[in-house]
Nanobody, 126 residues
């Protein structure tokens, strides 16, 4: 059973940068499918980025963050990262990492594809 713990959130001015981390514990060697989601106040949770590292590396990004965010994972699959730059106020929200089994371009942003979630870390851009 894998547990996920996010860190790295905080307050930053527009145009600033943050790097979020998601530490995984447990059976991490199967963590070939992971994603980041965020939830802004009063809004539904939305997919931000995902990575699939089984048989190559595939990454997926929401149109709203493409070019400004980079998802990555360490080789041991124990830590997932989200490097965020050129942050805007609309990037404010609670950011969650999550574990999936298999995703593709049509499903990576659907939260039902993810079975294990972290507790979230707050990002505030103002």
């Amino acid at each position: 059973h894998v547990q996920l713990v996010e860190s790295g959130g905080g307050s930053v001015q527009p145009g600033g940068s943050l790097r979020l981390s998601c530490a995984a514990s447990g059976r991490t060697y199967t963590n070939w499918c992971m994603g980041w989601f965020r939830q802004a106040p009063g809004k539904e949770r939305e997919g931000v980025a995902a990575i699939y590292t089984r048989r190559g590396i595939r990454t997926y990004y929401s149109d709203s963050v493409n070019g400004g965010f980079t998802i990555s994972q360490d080789s041991a699959k124990t830590t997932l990262y989200l490097a965020m730059s050129s942050l805007r106020p609309e990037d404010t929200g609670v950011y969650y990492c999550a574990l999936c089994h298999q995703i593709d371009v049509d499903s990576w942003y659907e939260d039902y594809e993810y079975g294990t979630w972290g507790q979230g870390t707050q990002v505030t851009v103002s």
